[in-house]
């Protein structure tokens, strides 16, 4: 109970240590001093876009393409030369034009180098090829790869063989199976299990909402929508019930099986984000999630939970007999 209580109250810190907010703009920093109508246009802009003039970009494809002339020429189809920008490079927003006769996409991004080049390109084929410079929209990006899901896939397939493998050669406990008389991992699961449905859910049914948190990114819950702030403490209590996870099985298990058994949490958490950030794409994953919460539940009493205290030393006990702990018999 003293473990648990210094766990919550470590992760209470953690959630007010940046809960201040100034509130003495109500407009973002990135909107142009300019007149009301400006102004307008751009907070219209910044609303549905995420973004506006002052922001900040760097290059995630090899390179993108630059037009050194003005947009309308090129919806002219006049003579334009072009420059390449190469990663990681970063990029500012200088200007921002709208071209209702160009067919291909209205939306023009006037986008400013480390050296000073200056150049225009399509919004479409900009915002695919570049992320905001936060490491947090960076990292959104690096595990939105279809890529590195693919190669995840296939890593969670391999470490799952090989490590259940080592588990049962060795027999070492494991989540789910042979678990040790702690909830955390269990926990764990279950909270994995559910942020990837809800970070999917989150996908399909707030992608603007999404969208708008991808640009700006925080791990402060209490500066979010309601929606987004479930999110942010989903993933703040995966990391704190991991340490707690880490901790109890530090105490229970000697060094070599404490490592193996983490493993095989890692990796099975791992299919667990697999299965439900596809699977609730697809509608399934909320039965599963729901199947899957009372699997674990009745796995953890099932096998887990020390249901009785020895009356000799007060130690918890899975079955009656031997005591673990100190010897003692009870019936």
Not at 35 to 43: H, K, L, P, R
Not at 292 to 305: D, E, G, K
Request: charged residues 15%; proline residues 5%; aromatic residues 12%.
């Amino acid at each position: 109970m003293k473990k648990l209580l210094n766990i919550l109250i470590i992760g209470a810190l953690v959630f007010l240590s940046s809960c201040y907010h100034d509130k003495r703009s109500d407009t973002h920093d990135a909107l142009p001093d300019q007149d009301s109508a400006a102004v307008a246009d751009s907070i219209s802009f910044y609303s549905t876009h995420h973004y506006s003039i002052g922001y900040n970009f760097v290059v995630h494809d090899d390179s993108i393409e630059l037009i050194s002339q003005q947009p309308e020429e090129h919806v002219s189809q006049l003579v334009t030369d072009t420059f390449a920008v190469y990663h990681p490079q970063h990029l500012a927003v200088t200007d921002i034009r709208i071209i209702p006769q160009d067919s291909i996409d209205s939306v023009w991004v006037q986008l400013i180098g480390e050296e000073g080049q200056i150049g225009w390109i399509h919004e479409t084929e900009l915002l695919p090829a570049v992320t905001p410079t936060d490491p947090i929209s960076q990292f959104i990006m690096f595990f939105s790869d279809t890529h590195l899901i693919a190669a995840l896939i296939i890593f969670c397939v391999i470490g799952m063989l090989y490590v259940f493998r080592l588990i049962n050669k060795r027999n070492v406990p494991m989540v789910h199976l042979r678990d040790i008389p702690s909830f955390y991992p269990t926990l764990l699961c279950i909270t994995v299990a559910a942020s990837a449905t809800f970070y999917a859910s989150l996908q399909m049914f707030g992608a603007d909402t999404w969208r708008h948190f991808y640009y700006h990114p925080s791990l402060n819950p209490f500066l979010m929508p309601p929606i987004l702030s479930i999110f942010i403490s989903s993933v703040w209590a995966m990391l704190i019930i991991g340490i707690a996870a880490v901790e109890d099985t530090r105490h229970h298990l000697p060094f070599d099986d404490a490592v193996l058994y983490l493993l095989g949490l890692m990796t099975v958490c791992g299919i667990l984000y697999v299965i439900f950030s596809i699977s609730t794409l697809h509608y399934v994953g909320y039965p599963l999630l729901v199947a899957y919460c009372w699997f674990a539940i009745s796995q953890y009493n099932r096998h887990s939970r020390e249901k009785y205290i020895c009356g000799n030393c007060g130690g918890r006990m899975k079955h009656k007999g031997e005591c673990p702990h100190c010897g003692a018999i009870n019936e």
